[in-house]
């Protein structure tokens, strides 16, 4: 099996050189700040559990097989991070992050359709309620088995599928619903 | 013609359909325009979803995180800093006040070692006081006069009080310094 690119990073991490771990966080960060973003739905609060996530990893970085691949271990350690948030913290009006619009450059025609659309996937996610946001993430992003899902969410299967399913549901017809370009 | 669930369109668009299963479904989907379509609107959800493009990062987060994993030292309350100024204080006077009994316990180990003894501090003490009692008679007013004496079990009282402050001031000063912050100090 070939050796995880981050192996050496990882062990030295272990021995606790945060500077190893932030290159580990160089490499990773934009994966995970893209989960974040997707559970979270703002821009600044996706960044706060990105570097919560890190953090945790670190803690946690004993346990983690240096064998194994690092980016997919992070990735749904954010997402459990953010899952963690959303519970703690009951769900604000669902609000598009303005700052999002505010960066963006003009763009052609066609990017900007394509931005407007994807604009329009991110708003109907955020509309999610979080356990289904859940699923969404690790099943479609993180493509994680209907078992696996449930394992890590520590929900019975059939909750997962149900979860998932509905929340695949709302997206459909919130999407189909807004207007056309 | 019984239609097809939602959840097997789920499971089919999934792959998580057992093979005789799936092949149940082909072959309903091609005889059923209604479920068909219904797949159709699922199958775009898929397509949506991993079309999805992904966002820049506006900033490095590694900087935050190293910092937030590098112990950092807690600053001093104001209190303990006082405390280890009237330490330092207290650890001095107690070292000068402890010489004679120091003498006492080692003065066969260390013959050559001549320290002044209590009274001739006293003695100077005393001749300071009277020069700088003199100075102030000019003045019109009396200096007090401080007159001490030194047992034994003093001294010890002493040596013990400030051993003590010693260890529980540095236990303050010592205590774990490298707890890893938490997201609200990292802002």
């Known amino acids: ?181 | 013609m019984n239609h097809l669930t939602d959840e097997i369109l789920n499971e089919y668009l999934d792959n998580t359909l057992p093979p005789a299963a799936r092949a149940v479904a082909e072959s309903h989907l091609r005889a059923c325009a209604d479920c068909e379509l219904r797949l159709d609107e699922l199958a775009d959800v898929f397509s949506a979803l991993s079309a999805l493009p992904e966002l820049e990062l506006a900033r490095d987060l590694s900087a935050d995180v190293v910092r937030a994993l590098t112990p950092q030292p807690m600053p001093l309350p104001r209190l303990l800093k006082w405390t280890a100024a009237l330490q330092a204080a207290a650890a001095l006077v107690a070292l000068i006040a402890s010489l004679p009994l120091l003498q006492t316990l080692f003065v066969f180990e260390i013959p050559a070692v001549s320290l002044p003894t209590v009274p001739d501090l006293l003695a100077r003490l005393d001749q300071m006081a009277l020069g700088v009692q003199e100075f102030f008679a000019r003045f019109q007013f009396q200096a007090p006069r401080l007159t001490l004496e030194f047992s034994s079990l003093f001294i010890t009282v002493a040596v013990f009080s400030v051993t003590l402050l010693w260890l529980v001031g540095n236990g303050l000063l010592l205590r774990p310094s490298n707890q890893i912050r938490s997201q609200g100090d990292l802002r």
């Open chain 1, 1 to 181: 099996m070939e050796a995880s690119p981050d192996r050496d990073l990882i062990l030295r991490a272990r021995r606790g050189e945060a500077e190893a771990f932030g290159e580990l966080v160089r490499a990773h960060q934009a994966g995970v700040f893209n989960v974040c973003y997707r559970m979270m739905g703002e821009r600044r609060e996706a960044e706060d559990m990105a570097q919560e996530a890190f953090i945790r990893a670190y803690q946690r970085i004993g346990t983690f097989d240096a064998e194994r691949p690092f980016g997919p271990w992070m990735r749904r350690v954010a997402a459990n991070v953010c899952l963690n948030h959303l519970a703690a913290h009951k769900p604000e009006a669902a609000e598009l992050d303005e700052e999002r619009d505010a960066d963006s450059a003009p763009l052609p025609e066609s990017g900007r359709e394509a931005r407007e659309e994807a604009e329009q996937v991110r708003a109907a996610l955020k509309g999610l309620p979080s356990h289904y946001r859940a699923v969404v993430e690790l099943r479609h992003y993180q493509e994680m088995s209907y078992e696996e899902i449930a394992a890590e969410l520590k929900i019975p299967l059939s909750d997962v599928k149900s979860h998932l399913f509905r929340a695949r549901k709302i997206l459909a017809e919130t999407l189909s619903h807004e207007p056309s370009h």
